[in-house]
């Protein structure tokens, strides 16, 4: 037996901002959206990656995640963002670094603090 995916659930306030990271600024697409309960939820998938939102203020305003994306081309992710979107770049990682521990690392972080760091093995 084997795991072989593990899918987070992010929370927030406004569903939208999730879907304004993750589809139009990193190129998920969304594969399921359901707004007719007390929690809005969405399915969003790029890849073999598969993250569900969920609207959520309660739970959103508890939990603001960190969450990491592994990636065979940085320099392509980070070009695009800086070029398309600067202003989700984190301030504390606004460019491509090397990690102590071996992977290239910079980070975007949308208007509800939910951060993103976008890594590749060095």
Avoid: S
């Amino acid at each position: 037996m084997q795991f072989t995916k593990l899918i987070p659930t992010i929370f927030y306030t406004d569903m939208g901002v999730g879907l304004q990271l993750f589809v139009d600024i990193l190129g998920f697409e969304l594969a399921y959206r359901d707004d007719t309960g007390d929690q809005p939820f969405g399915i969003i998938k790029r890849d073999t990656l598969v993250i569900h939102l969920v609207e959520n203020r309660e739970w959103a305003l508890k939990d603001r995640p960190q969450v990491r994306l592994e990636t065979d081309d940085i320099e392509a992710v980070y070009q695009q963002v800086k070029d398309r979107h600067p202003e989700w770049l984190h301030p504390n990682a606004n460019e491509v670094r090397l990690q102590p521990w071996g992977a290239l690392e910079f980070a975007l972080r949308d208007t509800e603090d939910v951060c993103v760091i976008i890594q590749q093995p060095a």
